[in-house]
């Protein structure tokens, strides 16, 4: 019904830049929130940065002042800037939306997650 599909993650030095882009698509009707997570093997998933419909944003302690969520709301995309990369900053990075969709049986909220794209920060 719905897809996320996530891009622009690769390989980078520190002190460098990158920016990540999710895409949307499928019977949306709205979105309602949109967001980042990552992930290292063995740890748990958690939030990088969350943005909502009107514009509130959360950001985790360790990448304030560093990374920026922005949204467009008409292409039902979000990306996320990410500037002084540091090598901690390594992970698989996801993409998460909270999304409104139309059905054939009608219309349905969800929490939908992308595939995923790799970062990696090393000299």
């Known amino acids: 019904q719905v897809q996320l599909v996530e891009s622009g993650g690769g390989l980078v030095q520190p002190g460098e830049s990158l920016s990540l882009f999710c895409a949307a698509s499928g019977s949306i009707f709205s979105i309602v929130s949109m967001g980042w997570y990552r992930q290292v093997p063995g740890k748990e998933r958690e939030l990088v940065a969350t943005l909502n419909s009107g514009g509130g944003r959360n950001y985790a302690d360790s990448v304030k002042g560093r990374f920026t969520i922005s949204r467009d709301n008409a292409k039902n995309t979000a990306q996320l800037e990410m500037n002084s990369l540091k090598p901690e900053d390594t992970a698989v990075y996801y993409c998460?939306?909270?999304?409104?969709?139309?059905?054939?049986?009608?219309?349905?909220?969800?929490?939908?997650w992308g595939q995923g794209t790799q970062v990696t920060v090393s000299s």
């Open positions: 998460n939306a909270y999304v409104y969709s139309q059905t054939g049986a009608g219309m349905r909220h969800d929490v939908y």
